[in-house]
């Protein structure tokens, strides 16, 4: 049964920081390409971040460059996303994917004063 369980979204303030983590099963990881996307209320899902099966190629939406970093661990089947400098406008639900095969169910990232 594959699984992808995301955690670590909480309420942030402006500036703060947080790091999501996405521990995966049911399938081979090292295998694919990992995706974290975001949809925030109203608004369409975009992709935020993507990294290649061994973690050395990655991808950035332009407006997250320089704040938010991906990686991942093929020996824990997780991947990562260090959110720094946080700005009201990166609130959204933050889903991880596997190459947009196998979804999350999404954690909730507030970023408010």
């Known amino acids: 049964q594959v699984q992808l369980v995301e955690s670590g979204g909480g309420l942030v303030q402006p500036g703060g920081s947080l790091r999501l983590s996405c521990a995966a099963s049911g399938f081979t990881f090292s295998m694919y390409v990992m995706r974290w996307h975001r949809q925030a209320p109203g608004k369409e899902r975009e992709l935020v971040a993507q990294i290649s099966t061994a973690g050395n190629s990655t991808y950035y939406t332009d407006s997250v460059k320089e704040r938010f970093t991906i990686s991942r661990d093929n020996a824990r089947n997780t991947v990562y996303l260090q959110m720094n400098s946080l700005k009201p406008e990166d609130t959204a639900v933050y889903y991880c994917?596997?190459?947009?095969?196998?979804w999350g169910q999404g954690t909730q990232v507030t970023v408010s004063s």
């Open positions: 994917s596997a190459f947009s095969r196998y």
